[in-house]
């Protein structure tokens, strides 16, 4: 089993999330607005996610990338593509609250031909991303400017990091699952997931069950 970074194990749940949708919106039920909603809260939570985690790279992540080798034209490609996948994202959210309210057959078209984009711009991204910077973060791992730069990422409040861990692990291989847990302490990784994730748990992991 090869090793993987944090960051290409978060790449992941975005990849898994965004390929549920698809599917959801493929053979969302007309006129069903129990799943509309179910979907606007799963949506609400991927949409906090891959918000916070592209605004956390371009304040957190790149200086200290630039600090270990990657080159500023990399990182300015980085935002340009990050900038695309906002106009998505944006066109989406609208396609997802338009769809919340109506449960439309339309809408749900609507909202499916969205997501695609979006999933696409996405996918390429990561892709990208991973090709590009993958390998600096596995050589560069133990530094102290990736400690410090995880150190910064770990600023959030347990309810969010609670949320966090609880959404990144949900539908992870084993792969994607030590990634993430070789990066916290195994007794807080447990309680902050068993305590703080609840929500998650209880309100978005069901959706994808439905």
Same mark, same amino acid.
């Given at each position: ?8 194990? +978060? $790449? !992941?749940?975005?990849?898994? =999330? ?5 599917? &959801? ?10 799943? !509309? !909603? ?14 916070? $985690?592209?605004?956390?790279?371009? /304040? +957190? ?17 980085? =935002? ?36 695609? /984009?979006?999933?696409?711009? #996405?996918?390429? $991204?990561? =892709?990208?991303?991973?090709?590009? +910077? ?6 560069? *791992?133990?530094? =102290? !400017? ?8 770990? *600023?959030?409040?347990? &309810?969010?990091?609670? #949320? ?25 990784? #447990?309680? +902050? #997931? ?17």
């Amino acid at each position: 089993m090869g090793e993987m970074s944090m960051n290409k194990a +978060i $790449h !992941a749940a975005f990849r898994r =999330d965004l390929q549920r949708f698809v599917d &959801a919106f493929e053979r969302f039920p007309a006129g069903d607005r129990r799943r !509309a !909603a179910q979907l606007a809260t799963a949506w609400a939570n991927f949409d906090a996610q891959l918000t916070n $985690h592209h605004e956390g790279e371009h /304040e +957190i992540a790149w200086p200290a990338l630039q600090s270990v080798g990657v080159g500023p034209d990399v990182l300015t490609q980085m =935002d340009a593509e990050h900038d695309t996948m906002a106009a998505a994202l944006t066109a989406a959210r609208s396609a997802l609250a338009t769809l919340s309210r109506t449960a439309s057959a339309e809408d749900a078209a609507a909202a499916l031909t969205a997501m695609r /984009e979006l999933q696409r711009v #996405t996918v390429l $991204h990561l =892709d990208h991303e991973e090709a590009e +910077i993958e390998p600096l973060y596995l050589e560069n *791992k133990d530094s =102290d !400017a990736m400690k410090a730069m995880g150190r910064q990422f770990a *600023k959030v409040s347990p &309810a969010q990091g609670g #949320t966090f861990f609880a959404w990144v692990t949900d539908g992870a291989g084993p792969e994607e699952l030590t990634a993430v847990t070789s990066t916290v302490p195994k007794p807080v990784f #447990t309680v +902050i #997931t068993g305590l703080f994730g609840r929500t998650y748990r209880k309100t978005v992991a069901p959706v994808w069950r439905s």
